[in-house]
């Protein structure tokens, strides 16, 4: 047998192991949930968290794309009887689905077409941070905080190479005049700058993280407030 055949038999087995490993471990966590007798759990409960736990295996191993992970439901909910077809696929037509597949638009073409980093350096090459590596932090933190809550997560796709760009410039400048510098800390100094302004970013907004815009969903439903 030749090596490619070797290699696709091989691709072919862990494909396949991916594959089931959603429907194995959604009918091992059933199993375990009917041996526990959990007090008030019932059938249905059962059923949902199985499948719940099976498809973030899925999520997790990409043996089939994450979209149509999330129509399993869709398919599984009505022929279990957990829900009937037209109410599983109302949620899916809910405004907020809309919202935020708009607000994730916006973000790829931000990130296309360069205006994230056109902002950013703009803002990095401002006169008032003359020279100060505190300042140069403080606006790359303020504009990874301000893009945070625009671009949601693709904000650290460009601002993180931002980082160790302005890392390496600081290094050859000071190596240039002889000043020791510690580009390691230095790294790290940015590295934790990007990832603590853009998680305060993420939630000044409705479209920073998705989870935002599921409890606005869910706090309008539930209080009729808007």
Not at 201 to 207: A, E, N, Q, R
Request: hydrophobic residues 55%; glycine residues 8%; positive net charge.
């Amino acid at each position: 047998m030749s090596e490619a055949k070797k290699s696709r038999g091989y691709l072919n087995s862990g494909y396949l192991l991916k594959l089931f490993s959603g429907p194995a471990v959604a009918l091992f966590v059933y199993f375990i949930l009917e041996q526990l007798h959990v007090a008030g759990l019932e059938e249905n409960a059962k059923i949902c968290g199985a499948l719940y736990l099976g498809m973030i295996f899925w999520w997790s191993l990409q043996p089939i794309p994450w979209a149509a992970t999330a129509l399993v439901p869709l398919v599984v909910l009505p022929i279990l009887g957990l829900m009937p077809l037209n109410a599983v696929a109302a949620m899916y037509g809910q405004p907020i689905m809309f919202f935020m597949i708009g607000m994730f638009l916006i973000g790829i073409a931000v990130d296309k077409h360069r205006l994230g980093l056109r902002v950013t350096v703009s803002l990095l090459a401002a006169s008032w941070v003359n020279g100060s590596i505190y300042k140069l932090v403080f606006a790359f933190m303020l504009v990874t905080f301000i893009l945070g809550g625009i671009v949601n997560q693709s904000v650290m796709v460009f601002m993180i190479p931002i980082g160790v760009s302005t890392v390496i410039r600081i290094k050859q400048e000071c190596q240039s005049q002889g000043i020791p510098v510690n580009a390691h800390k230095l790294g790290t100094f940015f590295a934790l700058a990007a990832l603590y302004s853009s998680e305060a970013g993420y939630m000044t907004t409705p479209l920073g993280a998705p989870q935002n815009a599921v409890a606005l969903a869910l706090l309008e439903q539930t209080t009729g407030y808007t």
